[in-house]
């Protein structure tokens, strides 16, 4: 993909970017390089290889579902300001 100095001007035009002429022609050059790279990668043939969740081989570790935390609802609502139903109810803040 060919970039020209007019792309990089309406592309910093349209994100309301100022740009120098200098600073134009340097965003230019490290484009190009990106585009460079981006051909060399989509031209590796990597219809053979498997796709990866993570660049390294990561196992999490799991452990057993089990309930380990007693349930405690009542303690927290009976310090609450107001309760009803089980529910905590808050003021109104929105009118």
């Known amino acids: ?4 100095l ?12 100022a740009i120098t002429e200098e ?10 390089g990106i585009f ?3 051909e060399k990668m989509q031209a590796v ?5 498997e796709p990866m969740a993570h660049a390294q081989d990561v196992v999490l570790r799991l452990r057993p ?3 380990t935390e007693t349930d405690q609802r ?8 107001r309760v009803e139903a089980g529910l905590y109810l808050v003021p109104k803040v929105i009118e």
Do not use: K
């Not at 600073?23 to 190009?32: G, P, R, S």
């Not at 043939?45 to 290889?49: L, S, V």
């Open 74 to 81: 009542e303690l927290f609502q009976s310090i609450a300001p």
């Open 6 to 17: 007019d792309d990089v001007r309406r592309i910093a035009y349209l994100a309301r970017i």
């Open 1 to 4: 993909m060919g970039l020209s």
């Open 45 to 49: 043939d990597t219809r053979d290889i």
């Open 23 to 32: 600073e134009a022609q340097t965003v230019l050059q490290q484009l190009t």
């Open 36 to 38: 460079a790279l981006i």
């Open 65 to 67: 579902d089990e309930v």
